[in-house]
Nanobody
């Protein structure tokens, strides 16, 4: 069974940085793309960044140039480096992998950007 476990969220001041991690198990990690989404109260879940099995990346316009997604296939882990954080980045961040027959989500990690 595929499991995704996020970590690394927390409280940070505007302009600060955080690195989120998502550890995957129960899957052939190198075969699939991975993504980070975020969702706040009353808002739709939105794609933040995605990385293909080959390492190609995609970013939401609101985070491009500030966030970097990467993957370590040896550790079955995907990362989201978040720099120059803004209050509007405050959300719960979710790790995702869509493997065709099923779409898997982690439980999320809270990121709060506030002074």
């Amino acid at each position: 069974q595929v499991q995704l476990v996020e970590s690394g969220g927390g409280l940070v001041q505007p302009g600060g940085s955080l690195r989120l991690s998502c550890a995957a198990s129960g899957t052939i990690f190198t075969r699939y793309g991975m993504g980070w989404y975020r969702q706040g109260p009353g808002k739709q879940r939105e794609l933040v960044a995605a990385i293909t099995s080959g390492g190609s990346t995609t970013y939401a316009g609101s985070v491009r140039g500030r966030f970097t997604i990467s993957r370590d296939n040896a550790k079955n882990t995907v990362y989201l480096q978040m720099n120059r954080l803004k209050p509007e980045d405050t959300d719960t961040y979710y790790c995702n992998t869509n493997q065709g027959v099923a779409n898997y989500w982690g439980r999320g990690t809270q990121v709060t950007v506030s002074s």
